[in-house]
């Protein structure tokens, strides 16, 4: 058993790992861990080091499949190693890009030295690229006539929330998150979620992580509108609305990078597989 801290995607690991099989809870359960590995940072591990644009990680033969492995932290990874051992360290959704587009037909295999280590087939892997390269979320000007609290079932609103606070969850700026039924001035009802603190370069990459997470958690994405409006709007909002509490943006120092511990990374420019 391992000692390495725990991570919010072992523990969506273990949550899934314990949902009965073929039930709404598993399937709750494994949305949220394809969640969770999408804005999670995973090690994995490497044949060789990284050289120029490329890289080569270990792929293992089991019993069906080739599956490359990746862990939730370096000291999981260095567990299972137990030697020094080449890795790359990069976000899970560029990962799952990655081995998708190798063609290879590759599975991943998450926390192998764990008992609710988590293996995604090669259809999975493609699915959830899919999901995570979707169209953005299109723009477009409206007028809100009126806000009211949310006019969601539990079975659909609980997880909504669920969704929303975990992809939300240390987003640096963000100072006010209101889920709130909206109705606009063409008529039209509707949901809508307000967001306050952020800059406005940054709406769009918000409004497509918000979409993403709607798709994530077997939400229509369609069925939300992401609206950033100024104080006194967002007061109003708020006075009426479902607040949300994602968990607020902090610099954990424990993460930081080690300079020289994995050449060859840009996150903007990741390599590719060989």
């Known amino acids: 058993m391992s000692n390495a801290p725990p991570t919010d ?39 060789a080091e990284i050289t120029g644009d490329s890289m ?13 492995l990746a862990f939730d932290s370096e000291y999981r990874l260095a567990e299972f190693a ?3 051992a080449a890795y790359a360290a990069l976000p899970g959704r560029i990962l799952v890009s990655m081995l998708a587009e190798s063609g290879e037909g590759l599975s991943l295999l998450v926390n192998a030295d764990a008992p609710h280590a988590s293996l995604m087939s090669a259809e999975a892997v493609e699915w959830l690229a899919a999901t995570l390269s979707g169209p953005a979320p299109s723009e477009g000007q409206g007028v809100a006539q009126s806000f009211a609290a949310p006019d969601l079932p539990d079975s659909i609103r609980e997880p909504l929330v669920a969704a929303l606070e975990r992809r939300l969850s240390g987003m640096p700026g963000l100072s006010g998150t209101v889920l709130a039924g909206v109705l606009w001035q063409d008529g039209t009802r509707g949901h809508t979620l307000a967001l306050a603190g952020l800059p406005e370069e940054t709406h769009p990459a918000v409004a497509r992580a918000v979409s993403e997470a709607l798709a994530l958690s077997g939400l229509e994405a369609g069925a939300l509108d992401v609206i950033f409006p100024p104080e006194r709007m967002m007061q109003a909002i708020a006075a009426v609305g479902l607040p949300l509490s994602p968990a607020p943006f902090a610099m954990d120092e424990d993460q930081a990078i080690t300079p020289g511990a994995n050449p060859g990374l840009d996150p903007s420019r990741p390599p590719k597989l060989r």
Request: zero cysteines; aromatic letters at 6%; a negative charge.
């Open 9 to 47: 995607l072992d523990t969506a690991m273990q949550r899934l790992a314990a949902a009965p099989a073929d039930t709404p809870a598993e399937i709750s359960a494994r949305l949220a861990f394809h969640a969770e590995l999408s804005r999670a940072e995973l090690f994995v591990l490497l044949d």
């Open 56 to 68: 080569a990680p270990r792929v293992f033969d089991l019993s069906d499949v080739r599956a490359v």
């Open 82 to 84: 137990g030697t020094a």
